[in-house]
Nanobody, 124 residues
Framework: QVQLVESGGGLVQPGGSLRLSCAAS????????MGWYRQAPGKQRELVAG???????DYAESVKGRFTISGDNTKNTVYLQMNSLKPEDTAIYYC??????????????????WGQGTQVTVSS
């Protein structure tokens, strides 16, 4: 089992910055990917940014150049630095972690874990 605790959300003016943190505990050695999704009112949940244990990263087109995902393996924590925030970034941000259950013939079976979500509001 993996537990995820998020922090760092809040209210910020357009153009401002926030840093979200997601701390993992439990069976952290099985985690191979972590990242962030967000969900705005009336919209589907979308991937914002993700990173793997191999160091690869992926970003939504709408946040490229503004958001940066990073991790601290010693703290089992992933961060999302959000700069140049826009009103359309307003959403609940959810941390996720994918943990390997077993690998069979190069196919990974995994379980996905979610944090409780943290509200980010960008408004003047």
């Amino acid at each position: 089992q993996v537990q995820l605790v998020e922090s760092g959300g809040g209210l910020v003016q357009p153009g401002g910055s926030l840093r979200l943190s997601c701390a993992a505990s439990g069976s952290t050695s099985s985690i191979y990917a972590m990242g962030w999704y967000r969900q705005a009112p009336g919209k589907q949940r979308e991937l914002v940014a993700g990173t793997t244990s191999g160091g690869s990263t992926d970003y939504a087109e709408s946040v490229k150049g503004r958001f940066t995902i990073s991790g601290d393996n010693t703290k089992n924590t992933v961060y999302l630095q959000m700069n140049s925030l826009k009103p359309e970034d307003t959403a609940i941000y959810y941390c996720y972690a994918n943990a390997t259950i077993v690998v069979i013939k190069n196919t990974r079976l995994y379980r996905e874990y979610w944090g409780q979500g943290t509200q980010v509001t960008v408004s003047s």
